[in-house]
């Protein structure tokens, strides 16, 4: 009989850390991570109600998810720029070609870009190794193309994988992924022959969850994003190294109701002299530069 497969993380206990401390001089570290998604007309999808979310035409749930791109994106803009928040945009290759609105205020604010799967109506699953490897390819040219800059980071849909994904992200460029969500801090993850890691994401502190699979209110939702940054916050005095993501779409905290609470937590986390705001690119290009490799050596010697 087979032993089962790990998972590619190797057991490392944040206790056992030496400490991070990011540029200047800063004990944790906070972006906005911006779920910028396309889905397919008449493909079932992330939806409102589930009474008509299997018909062919349904334009209750489609409607309702093509808010964000319409409203929803312009409005949290709004707060994002009232805070200088870094933003790192989870973008289907499809929605990079159909919103060059979007794809351009991001251009403009320098924010980063990472690939995000093709659409939002399909998971990254079921591929063979050729055809997973043609669609990596066809994602980094169409984001290269569309927001002048290749791709260093992934999200996969809904964050999923196949058992080769990582390693094809790393030959077409990639140096980090945010779907392994267990964990305050970046950290190695092997891939042979390739600098490659984990940059923290959450699907906590994430409307999703939050909206469609918890219930929580608009008001509990910014009460948490406040929460958890207190508490990253404090630890950071004694652990320093966290790194905090607030993960949004704009078809659901984009809603008016909900934006309120948002933008009222935004402003509470925000302008704080020890935390360096930065996106997932900027964080990763810090990590690579230094703790990067010490933490591979110490990793060896813990398996070793």
Known sequence: MSSPRSAPAQHWPISERPELIFPGDCRMAVYVGLNIEYFEFGK??????????????DPLNHAWREYGTRVGFWRMLEAIDHNKLPVSVLINSEAARQFPEIVGAGRERNWAFLGHGRTNSELW???????????????????TETTGKSPQGWLGP????????????????????LDWVNDDQPYPLPVEGHKFASIPYSIEINDILAFIDDGISPEQFGQMIID??????EESKRRPGAVMCVALHPFLVGQAFRYKYLAAALDAISGFSDVWYANSDEIADWYFAGPYDSAVKELGRRKG
Do not use: M
């Not at 809904?158 to 992200?169: C, F, W």
């Open 44 to 57: 079932p999808s992330t939806s409102r109600s589930g009474v008509t979310a299997g018909l062919p035409i």
């Open 125 to 143: 699953a079921g591929f063979d190794e050729e055809g997973e490897r043609n669609a990596i390819a066809e994602i980094v040219k169409t984001l």
């Open 158 to 177: 809904a964050l999923s994988e196949t058992d080769h994904t990582l390693r094809l992200l790393a030959e077409h460029g990639f140096r980090y992924s």
């Open 228 to 233: 958890q940054f207190e508490v990253l916050h």
